[in-house]
């Protein structure tokens, strides 16, 4: 009995080096696919803005696809504020200026039909 552990010993030790000098291949990774071509939208994402300029006051439109969302006016003596179209409907109800304080929520138009 005490010889057999001493022989399975130098047996495993043996077979374990054989299995270690054996190379060991990495696995075959394929090649990874094309890239699909850019989707290319066609509506234009930038605003349209017309500048109006009369003599005591500059008036600039922002209008996404022939809709104007807001207007800015800068009187010549005071200071700009904005005209904002804050639902869709096409009225321009909310006034908002540079001196007033609080948080602007973006809201975009997500779905439309």
Known sequence: MRCILPITLIL??????QLAAQEIRPAIIPQ??????????????APDITITRKAKENITEYSVNGRVYMVKISPANAPA?????????GD??????????????????????
């Open 32 to 45: 990874p696919p094309e890239l699909p071509a850019q989707i290319v939208s066609g509506e234009n994402m």
């Open 12 to 17: 495993l030790f043996c077979a374990s080096s």
């Open 92 to 113: 321009l109800e909310t006034r908002r200026s540079a001196l007033e304080e609080g948080m602007n929520i973006p809201q975009w138009l997500l779905i439309s039909w």
């Open 81 to 89: 504020y904005y005209l904002v179209d804050s639902d869709g409907d």
